[in-house]
């Protein structure tokens, strides 16, 4: 009876996961466990010396390319070589194939991480680096092991619970949504890019359990709670069991939710609210229709970016944008602009800097770097035919980093025009509110941008002065700070009043406590990962609109989160019981 | 077989460059080649588990050398050793 473990990370995306576990350590190796029938070990044993041979020859054929440089480097070859060719570890690991009957690779890979601890445990920093080498060695072995091409989070064969160190936008793409149930992963904070990949993946996802593919051996059942971020290893029939339970009763609340899907997002007394959908990834786009989204609030491009190790061609981004365009097509699609920190996109000349957070990043790099900018405008443009793209642009402070933008893409413009390139002249250029200052002067801006879109992930940021990956103060990091609200009221209010519309496309909008108070402060739109826009429609639908701007007032008189947090649950709790009164425990099942 | 106890004099042991030298010259003899450190034996042609066994300068290893070579074998580690593990 394997002994049963629970886990806690930070919940990423909701829902439940039981499965069996399948790992991907940090060299992107698949760890796997089979065992071998008899007739099976000697082909085992024929797969581990061609491994063994074909990485000797890679280690050669570097060697060659080598043999210039410095001597040193020649006998780090030379060194890896006699690894390679290690008669005690030879003979260990074809002994414990007969021994064990167990693939190769896990054989092999466990043996490679013992000598690897080894090393980091002994005192002595050269040894510790010698680490590396053996980790290096490993991968090599197994990957010819294994084969070669293959992304490990691609063509699962069996439907499992994915554990991972991390998860990079690359991977996300590669990733087998068919076959895994559920995905947990070292790193990543609740706003890091794994938990956004994650969801984008639209499976239930846990983040940020240190040292899970030490503690997870493949093969381990495994239950995952994307509500409380808890992971359950090798549970009891008991535990299994209520957790079987929970699963039908959330298919049941899926069932119920699929029934507004199709249904406007309107409040009781009439007022719409226009719900669209927050992607990363170009494929997330199947998904708007399952859940009901009003076309694409937030396009966010910098992923674009990051998967393709470079910047994107004009071409590249174009098709792209193209094809969101004619998927969501009458809808609108909201196109942001890149929103990266100088470090992604330069890394050759970056010098590190103090503060990225407050440095050289979106609209910053963009109005230097004017180059990637235009191009990346000149794409949205060229894209734009179907007249359903808006541009939006990131991180704006000062009333300046509007006009130069608007006055690049007049250019950008003006070249399309004498190039007889078609394009949509009156198309909508609005900005992120997300930080303070422009929020002060929200009413100057509205005179110059066609939105805004209030980005509170940033805004609660660097209002309240809270780094929200910083453990020690992620408790500041208040999503009902009355400060907060303040700030969103007036953003809508000069909107407004400057008759532009306003939206919402922080993770705000997908709390369905705020829902309401956001309504009742006159939010047009609010866009949310997929994965939650249902049950935002399903709060919409729940309240009235003047009753909504009653709540909001009496929200904003509050002095504290608190206070703001226990009102509008009191509220809510009389108006949606179903949903608020805390319907199902998900944290209290039997342990 | 042969059996001696032989000091360290190189900085840093048996950092990749020395177990590597030794590693080479071991693997030209047939006979068995044993390294043994506080009670830790590893087999002297294996270089993951030279790797393994860090010695500072001074520390002492017991190198034993068995089989039909034994004693070119021994002559040659023993030479390795005192030339601080350089490869002459």
């Known amino acids: ?111 490679m991480i013992e000598i690897q601890n080894n090393l980091l445990k002994s005192k002595d920093e050269y040894l510790q680096e010698r680490a590396q080498d053996i980790k290096d060695l490993k991968r090599r072995v197994i990957r010819k092991i294994q084969g070669e091409d293959h992304s490990p989070f691609a063509n699962l064969e069996e439907k499992s619970v994915v554990i991972a160190r991390n998860l ?14 559920g995905f947990a992963v070292e790193r990543g904070g609740i706003t890091s890019h794994a938990v956004i990949l994650a969801r984008a993946l639209n499976i239930p996802s846990v983040v940020g359990i240190d040292n899970l593919l030490q503690i997870i051996k493949p093969d381990d059942t495994i239950i995952l709670n994307g509500f409380t971020g808890e992971l359950i290893i090798n549970p009891s029939k008991e535990v299994l069991e209520s957790y079987r339970k929970l699963k039908m009763s959330l ?26 959908a927050n992607i990363e990834l170009p494929h997330e786009t199947d998904q708007l229709i399952k859940v009901g989204a009003k076309g694409v609030g937030l396009y966010r491009t910098e992923y674009l970016f990051l998967t393709e190790k470079k910047i994107p061609s004009e071409e590249t981004q174009m098709k792209i944008y193209q094809k969101i365009s004619k998927v969501v ?98 198309i909508q250029l609005g900005i992120m509110i997300e930080i303070p200052s422009a929020v002060l002067i929200a009413g100057h801006l509205a005179k110059e941008a066609d939105f805004f879109s209030i980005g509170t992930n940033d805004l609660i940021q660097y209002t309240l002065a809270v780094d929200r990956i910083n453990h020690k103060v992620s408790g500041l990091y208040q999503t009902y700070n009355p400060a907060v609200l303040r700030l969103i009221k007036d953003t809508i209010q000069a909107g407004h009043e400057n008759n532009i519309w306003v939206g919402l496309c922080g993770e705000m909008a997908a709390v369905k406590h705020m829902v309401p108070i956001l309504v009742g402060l006159g939010i047009d739109k609010l866009s949310v990962s997929p994965v939650f826009l249902p049950q935002v429609k399903e709060v919409i639908r ?10 909001s007032e009496e929200c904003l008189k509050f002095k504290t989160a ?5 009102f509008i649950t009191n509220k809510m709790c009389h108006i949606l019981p179903r949903i608020f009164k805390e319907p199902i425990n998900y944290g209290n099942i039997n342990k | 077989m042969i059996e001696k106890e032989l000091k360290i004099a190189n900085e840093n042991g048996f950092h990749l460059r020395p177990a590597s030298n030794f590693v080479r010259i071991a693997s030209k003899f047939i006979s068995n080649i044993t390294v043994t450190k506080d009670g830790i034996s590893i087999n002297g042609k294996s270089i993951l588990g030279l790797m393994s066994l860090s010695c500072e300068r001074g520390s002492k290893i017991l190198i034993s050398v068995e089989g039909e070579d034994e004693k070119k074998a021994f002559r040659e580690l023993e030479q390795l050793v005192h030339d601080k593990f350089e490869l002459k």
Request: include cysteine; charged fraction near 35%.
């Open chain 1, 329 to 426: 097509y009458p809808d609108f699609a909201i196109i942001r602009t890149i929103d990266l920190g100088g470090d992604k996109l330069f890394s050759d000349t970056y010098e590190r800097e103090r503060n990225p957070f407050l440095g050289w990043r979106a609209i910053r790099v963009c109005l230097e770097k004017t180059d990637i900018f235009k191009n990346q405008l000149r794409a949205i443009l060229r894209a734009s035919v179907l007249k359903n793209i808006r541009i939006m642009l990131p991180f704006i402070a000062t009333m300046e980093e509007l006009t130069d933008s608007k006055l690049l893409l007049e250019e950008v413009k003006e070249e399309l025009r004498n190039n007889k390139i078609e394009f949509d002249e009156n």
């Open chain 1, 1 to 111: 009876m394997k002994k049963s473990i629970s886990l806690n990370g930070a919940a990423a995306v909701p829902g439940v996961a039981i499965g069996k576990a399948y790992l991907v350590d940090e060299d992107h190796l698949k760890i796997v466990r089979r065992y071998l029938k008899d007739y099976e070990i000697q082909e085992e044993i024929r797969i581990f010396k061609d491994a063994l041979n074909e990485t000797e020859s890679d280690i050669l054929e570097m060697k060659k390319h080598f043999i210039d440089l410095s001597y040193e480097k020649g006998e780090i070859f030379d060194a890896h070589l006699q690894m390679i060719k290690d008669e005690s570890m030879i003979k260990k690991t074809i002994d414990k194939i007969k021994k064990d009957k167990e693939n190769v690779d896990y054989i092999f890979y466990n043996h």
């Open chain 1, 251 to 276: 298919e049941d609340r899926k069932k119920e939710l699929n029934k507004i899907v199709h249904l406007p997002a309107k409040t009781i007394d009439g007022r719409e609210i226009e719900l669209s």
């Open chain 1, 168 to 181: 990079t936008p690359f991977d996300s793409v590669t990733f087998d949504r068919t076959m895994a149930l």
């Open chain 1, 542 to 551: 729940a309240v009235k609109y003047e009753d909504m701007k009653n709540t």
């Open chain 1, 562 to 566: 608190e206070e703001v947090e226990n």
